[in-house]
């Protein structure tokens, strides 16, 4: 197959960073994080833009609650919540 | 015999469309033959879990349709039975799985540096080494071989008909059809991008930069046929990014391309996941950007399944892979024929191929029926009057890949590659001295650590005096960000490939962010 299959996750929690992705790549930037106990994800708004969503910053330093699509190391999220 | 095989997995493409769709789809797939016939291609569809049609070419069946190693291994008893001078894998990773690549670049104690635990894609269907999942095994490619997707997810088959609608009625252009070109790049990377433009077309006059430009083309540079695109892009997104500094404008989407793209178009795409086949239905977004060009009549698009590189200033990696399937294009070549010929040639201008050049390699795939000629490039050939015209061209055809067999045989048995981690063990004083020089010229810390790569496949010399050694004994990689960039909303990162010979370092090259 390959990473693309999408794995529909609920009420997945973690707290949002910020940090460094794909260094030395095209795909270099600063990008927002997830850290669950589960492992770590690049977090995307799913209607978001892929690079830069300002959107994201409100979360960065809380605990989250969210729903989306795991693809990959990516979570696109369609809901997400502050609950710390 | 068959000069094309078109390779799928009936039970999928039932499973995924029912009796009906897959009868569609059967009958699309009739008139590409015949449509092939009237080219004087001979064509044929075999389903790789068909134990009939498989006992013919003395292999097993694929029993697991999304099995790599299965399937791998009934590509190649395709090639030792008919070996065709065209394969077209039919459908999507969900019917037709990429090769699981392991991606040599990626490091499970720094995932965040390439997250791409895999380098997926469809190199080794082109190759006639054995499964495996180390891309060094792949670095001579000698099979023509394209991928006619369908849509990840969808239940029912109008997208795949519709690419099979294309391959049945394409035409071949004239070179001036051609002529014009989009091309496009992020504005920090437009150095790099316009010496690619203008490897390939000669100028780089037309060079468009995001920002300003994007998404969309009121003035109607997407309806140019050749189309090379230098821009961000993200997994399972329909947008590409432009950048100024530290802003991301979106420079193109799968909507800005809708009745934009005209029939015929051929794209190269360097753009991070610029060819990855996420499933759009599932996660209810537009589909990839890739599939909307074919979608519209777009004969062939190479791209990238994961995160690809190149270097900020001049050329390297995914610029040059791009550059070459353009070029070959341009030349007259079949779709396949060209993307076989920029995979060798990119392997060939390399003296070894580091873990960069292989994760190029094995991410950069062809879209698109293989056997389509987007150029009809007259031959300085004379076939004679009593020879039928379509018996001259797959006599031809066989030379041209006889000679690719000879050019890819020849890469497998001489490349060096380094894709395998080595321990570092301890360096000497000016081996060490050497690397921190060159991580503090790059803007990193001085104890930047490194990663050994040993270097496999180096040939001996025999029957001649060598004074010099010709291959490095290890590679050492390093990626971080700049000293100076630290505490910067926009960090540029930085890859380091050094090549030691003999506890030496003895040249090195740097890869900045794209």
Same mark, same amino acid.
């Given at each position: 197959m390959s990473s693309?299959?999408?794995?529909?996750?609920?009420?997945?929690?973690?707290?949002?960073?910020?940090?460094?992705?794909?260094?030395?790549?095209?795909?270099?930037?600063?990008a927002v994080f997830m850290e669950t106990a589960n492992g770590r994800y690049v977090l995307r708004r799913k209607a978001g833009p892929a690079f830069d969503d300002t959107k994201l910053n409100q979360y960065v330093g809380h605990e989250v609650e969210c729903d989306g699509f795991l693809v990959g190391k990516t979570l696109l999220g369609d809901r997400i919540d502050v609950v710390d | 015999?068959?000069?094309?095989?078109?390779?799928?997995?009936? $039970? @999928?493409?039932?499973?995924?469309?029912?009796?009906?769709?897959?009868?569609?789809?059967?009958?699309?797939?009739?008139?590409?033959?015949?449509?092939?016939? $009237?080219?004087?291609?001979?064509?044929?569809?075999?389903?790789?879990?068909?134990?009939?049609?498989? $006992?013919?070419?003395?292999?097993?069946a694929v029993i697991n349709a999304l099995d790599p190693r299965e399937n791998k291994q009934a590509i190649d008893a395709v090639f030792n039975s008919i070996n065709p001078h065209y394969l077209m894998i039919l459908g999507a990773p969900d019917i037709f799985p990429h090769q699981d690549l392991d991606n040599p670049a990626y490091r499970s104690d720094r995932p965040d540096d390439d997250s791409d635990v895999q380098a997926w894609g469809d190199l080794p269907y082109?190759?006639?080494?054995?499964?495996?999942?180390?891309?060094?095994? *792949?670095?001579?490619?000698?099979?023509?071989?394209?991928?006619?997707?369908? !849509?990840?997810?969808?239940?029912? =088959?109008?997208? !795949?008909?519709?690419?099979?609608?294309?391959?049945?009625?394409? $035409?071949?252009?004239?070179?001036e059809d051609?002529? @014009?070109?989009?091309?496009?790049?992020?504005?920090?990377?437009?150095?790099?991008?316009? !010496? @690619?433009?203008?490897?390939? +077309?000669?100028?780089?006059?037309?060079?468009?930069?995001?920002?300003?430009?994007?998404?969309?083309? =009121?003035?109607?540079?997407?309806?140019?046929?050749?189309?090379?695109?230098?821009?961000?892009?993200?997994?399972?997104?329909?947008? +590409?990014?432009?950048?100024?500094?530290?802003?991301?404008?979106?420079?193109?989407?799968t909507q800005s391309t809708i009745r934009e793209i005209v029939e015929g178009t051929v794209a190269a795409v360097e753009c991070c996941y610029g060819a990855e086949l996420y499933d759009a239905v599932t996660l209810a977004i537009d589909q990839p950007i890739c599939q909307s060009y074919l979608q519209q009549g777009g004969y062939g698009y190479f791209g990238s399944t994961t995160i690809a590189y190149g270097p900020e200033t001049g050329n390297g990696a995914a610029d040059l892979i791009c550059q070459y399937f353009l070029q070959n294009v341009l030349d007259g070549a079949?779709?396949?024929?060209?993307?076989?010929?920029?995979?060798?040639? *990119?392997?060939?201008?390399?003296?070894?191929?580091d873990a960069v050049d292989l994760k190029t390699?094995?991410? +950069?795939? !062809?879209?698109?029926?293989?056997?389509?000629?987007?150029?009809?490039?007259?031959?300085?050939?004379?076939?004679?009057t009593d020879v039928a015209p379509a018996d001259a061209e797959r006599f +031809?055809?066989?030379?041209r890949r006889e000679k690719m067999k000879l050019a890819g045989d020849f890469l497998t048995q001489t490349k060096p590659t380094a894709s395998k981690r080595v321990p570092t063990g301890k360096l000497r004083k000016s081996t060490k001295a050497a690397l921190s020089n060159i991580a503090k010229f790059a803007g990193l810390e001085e104890k930047q650590t490194f990663i050994a790569y040993g270097v496999k496949g180096a040939p001996a010399s025999k029957g001649r005096a060598t004074k010099i050694k010709g291959t490095p004994s290890r590679y050492h990689v390093a990626i971080g960000t700049p000293q100076r960039d630290v505490g910067k909303k926009v960090k540029r990162g930085v890859a380091i490939v050094a090549k030691e010979l003999d506890g030496h370092i003895i040249g090195y090259r740097i890869y900045h962010q794209r």
């Open positions: 693309a299959r999408p794995v529909r996750v609920t009420s997945l929690r973690g707290r949002i960073t910020k940090g460094m992705y794909g260094k030395g790549s095209k795909s270099e930037r600063e | 015999m068959y000069d094309k095989i078109i390779v799928s997995n009936r $039970k @999928s493409l039932v499973g995924k469309y029912g009796s009906d769709g897959f009868e569609e789809i059967e009958n699309a797939l009739a008139k590409v033959a015949a449509a092939d016939e $009237k080219r004087g291609i001979r064509s044929k569809i075999l389903y790789l879990d068909d134990k009939t049609s498989m $006992k013919q070419i003395r292999t097993r082109a190759c006639d080494a054995p499964y495996s999942r180390d891309p060094s095994r *792949f670095v001579g490619p000698t099979r023509v071989v394209g991928r006619l997707p369908d !849509l990840v997810g969808a239940n029912e =088959p109008s997208y !795949l008909i519709s690419l099979l609608n294309t391959a049945i009625e394409y $035409k071949r252009l004239t070179r051609y002529k @014009s070109y989009l091309g496009l790049s992020a504005e920090v990377w437009q150095d790099s991008t316009r !010496l @690619s433009i203008s490897n390939v +077309f000669g100028n780089a006059n037309k060079l468009l930069l995001a920002p300003p430009s994007g998404p969309d083309y =009121p003035d109607g540079e997407l309806r140019n046929r050749m189309h090379f695109i230098n821009c961000h892009g993200g997994s399972a997104s329909p947008e +590409f990014y432009g950048q100024h500094e530290n802003s991301y404008p979106i420079s193109l989407t079949s779709l396949g024929h060209a993307a076989l010929m920029a995979r060798q040639q *990119f392997v060939g201008r390399n003296a070894q191929m390699l094995a991410q +950069f795939y !062809l879209l698109g029926d293989p056997s389509i000629h987007p150029i009809d490039e007259p031959s300085a050939t004379v076939v004679p +031809f055809r066989a030379e």
